[in-house]
């Protein structure tokens, strides 16, 4: 009898493209698509994609986007041309995992002898401001995530529900609080569309009625000057609108990491990452006696 792997295996190169054979121009389009997917270090979402091929000239009316979903699933699902099921990020919907760890305690034990375990510093206790990110593109947090650091990260996905702003009306009272002092700035970034300034012009004044502390809100981008400036074409769905994830990567590193520097202090924030590297590496070494004599 086969093995497992030799089994997947088989499956994988049956369903590899021999059922699915795109035409010579959509086989242009997806590969174009992929190599934008695989230039950027963390999982976009098919959104994202399809603002690249837009971007770039590809598609050429609105019908490309509905074109385009139907081909990149079929790809995807087929694994045609390097294309998979999890090439493209879900933004919608995320599994919880719970319930499963290790099988006992002397698994766990030699597991942080062998890695260690994590030191969190505050990063913020000697920074001259206390920072977070709002952004309305929910689904593209890999980005803010890669390109940002030990900041509070708060993703939008239109209109907030009463709830979250609850929550953040709280959590920004017990950060003035922690950092006593410290003027609190907040960053956002969304589109530039009636919803995309309407939705944090909403949620702000929301926050500010329940929050005691004070905050200074930073539209960061899009803004108006910004389509122009950076090239960016507006949604073929809606005239006049322009979406975060029209931007390219470049473009969107630029803009978030710009718009940080005046509130944080790059070289503190590495001399704090530093502290915490070396108190892991102290404390592993640790570890391994306990290891030992467990």
Sequence with gaps: MKDLDTIVESVALASAGQEYKPSAESS?????????????????????????????????????????????????????????????????????????????????????AKSGVSCNLDFWVDQPFYV??????????GQFEHYT????????????????????????????????????????????????????????????????????????GLNPEHPALYGINENPERPGCWQWEALDDGTAAQLITSSLAPFVDAEKMAARQAEQEHAE??????LHNVEATW
């Design 28 to 112: 242009d389009m997806l590969n174009q698509a992929l190599a934008y997917v695989q230039s950027v270090p963390y999982q976009v979402t098919l959104r994202w994609v399809e603002y690249r091929l837009l971007q770039d000239g590809t598609f050429k009316s609105k019908d490309d986007f509905l074109r385009f979903k139907g081909l990149s699933a079929k790809a995807r699902k087929n694994f045609w041309g390097g294309w998979a099921p999890d090439t493209l990020a879900d933004d919608t919907r995320k599994s919880i995992i719970r319930g499963q760890g290790f099988k006992s305690v002397g698994a766990w034990i030699r597991r942080v």
């Design 132 to 141: 977070e990110v709002w952004f309305e593109a929910a689904a593209m947090s």
């Design 149 to 220: 650091s030990n900041i509070v990260l708060r993703p939008f996905k239109g209109d907030a529900s009463i709830p979250y702003k609850k929550q953040i009306a709280v959590e920004l009272e017990q950060a003035a609080t922690r950092y006593p002092r410290r003027e609190i700035i907040i960053l956002y970034f969304g589109d530039a569309d009636p919803k995309g300034y309407q939705i944090p012009e909403s949620a702000v004044r929301d926050i500010r009625q329940w929050c005691s502390a004070d905050f200074h809100f930073v539209r960061a």
């Design 281 to 286: 590496e102290r404390l592993l070494l640790a």
